[in-house]
């Protein structure tokens, strides 16, 4: 009986520091990770949050840079032909010449489409036409409205003859006429 009182008087004080470490172990040590890591998502949260506050309260220089941006694509797609298909822009821009040379006293006498060639995001539109103007005065005019026509046109060739060399007044020019096609 002596020899299990000994037992006792070891057994349970070992016990109660195992009991103990295991308590510490198990349950203290965790429940200090758990609370570090209740603290770096806090944190994260909160740097997540200025984060978003801040955006917000930057909304309206946001917004004025948009507002900036929208007017500068405007202005940009104003000197393009906007249509659906190259043959639309092709078609745009022969009445655009046509109401050009026309309005300048001019008669168109043939108009042909060429095939549209591609230039980065944009495609390049070219017609040519041919046309009958009653005297060079008729032709300054037309170049100038040609030239200063938004959407921009450009003249790649131009071609000009006398119609009668007796009476040189009327002319016959052909001219080759491109421009740019934004598209949709």
């Known amino acids: 009986m002596k020899r299990d009182n000994r037992l006792f008087i070891y057994a349970i004080p070992t016990i109660i520091v195992l009991a103990a470490l295991t308590v510490y172990q198990y349950g203290f040590v965790n429940a200090r990770k758990e609370m570090v890591s209740l603290?770096?998502?806090?944190?994260?949260?909160?740097?997540?949050?200025?984060?978003?506050?801040?955006?917000?309260?930057?909304?309206?220089?946001?917004?004025e840079k948009l507002g900036i941006l929208k007017e500068k694509?405007?202005?940009?797609a104003s000197k393009t032909i906007e249509a659906q298909t190259p043959t639309l822009c092709a078609a745009a821009l022969q009445e655009a010449v046509k109401g050009i040379i026309t309005g300048r006293g001019g008669s168109i006498t043939s108009e042909r489409v060429e095939k549209a060639e591609e230039s980065g995001r944009f495609q390049v539109v070219t017609i040519t036409v041919d046309a009958a103007l009653p005297d060079t005065r008729a032709l300054s005019d037309i170049l100038f409205g040609i030239e200063t026509h938004t959407p921009y046109i450009v003249v790649r060739e131009m071609d000009t003859r006398v119609r009668n060399f007796r009476e040189p007044r009327e002319l016959m020019v052909k001219l080759r006429l491109s421009s740019l096609a934004g598209g949709k």
């Open 73 to 76: 694509r405007k202005a940009a």
């Open 39 to 63: 603290r770096e998502t806090r944190a994260a949260r909160e740097r997540a949050l200025m984060k978003c506050m801040e955006t917000i309260a930057g909304r309206p220089r946001i917004e």
